[in-house]
């Protein structure tokens, strides 16, 4: 299912809005662990046929997605069916510079790999191509929550916000952001910051 986004609306705090983030943290990443096995390919299979389906994503030819981890939705059948249209995959990798922000580098399947301080595989920018974020077309983001407004909740980061702060600033040419989640991480509504960078749609199955 393609979430369509809504005008955001503020959030009404009660609880802290920390609080009420970590409180759906917690809800949320034991929800999408409770997922079986054949839960996570079908979820997997009906993600490769939607993006199939969607013009952002059929156009493109820079694609950012990631590994899945923490139960997350698995990208590696889209992964592979954009490797045989010839499009080029990019994976986030640890700025190794600047605290906080993400690479993105490309991923292959013979692509020198390494784990980061998260246990995370990442593609050694050492052996592999790097791209700045704003030539990429099309960034497939994890996401431990949504709600209906196109709001995200991340693990705490803030990496991908970061990063992408430049489209919240800027007008011209930019990548079109898809938060890409289990429909068992919808919530009604999530506390906002001002820094938290909209997406263009949530792909949710």
């Known amino acids: 299912m393609i979430n369509s ?12 809005t920390l609080q009420q983030k970590r409180q759906l943290r917690l809800q949320m990443r034991q929800a999408r ?8 390919q079908n979820a997997a299979i009906r993600l490769k046929r939607q993006l199939n389906q969607h ?16 139960g997350e939705v698995e990208t590696l059948l889209v992964i592979k069916q954009a490797w045989q249209e010839g499009k080029k995959i990019y994976l986030p990798v640890l700025d190794p510079i600047r605290k906080g922000f993400l690479w993105f580098v490309e991923y292959k399947a013979d692509s020198k790999m390494k784990k980061n301080r998260f246990g995370i595989a990442e593609p050694d920018p050492k052996f592999n191509h790097r791209i700045q974020a704003k030539f990429l077309n099309v960034v497939g983001l994890p996401l431990v929550a949504f709600d209906a407004h196109g709001n995200r909740l991340g693990m ?17 040419v ?4 898809f938060g890409l989640a289990h429909q068992c991480q919808e919530t009604e509504h999530l506390p906002t910051e001002s820094w938290d960078i909209q997406l263009s749609a949530i792909i949710a199955n």
């Open 174 to 177: 930019k990548p079109k952001l």
């Open 5 to 16: 986004i809504e005008p955001v609306i503020p959030a009404k705090k009660h609880l802290s």
């Open 33 to 40: 662990r409770k997922l079986s096995k054949r839960q996570h």
């Open 55 to 70: 013009p952002a994503f059929k156009f493109s030819k820079r694609i950012a997605l990631y590994l899945p981890n923490d």
């Open 156 to 172: 705490g980061g803030g990496f991908y916000d970061r990063t992408f702060e430049f489209c919240r600033k800027n007008d011209g």
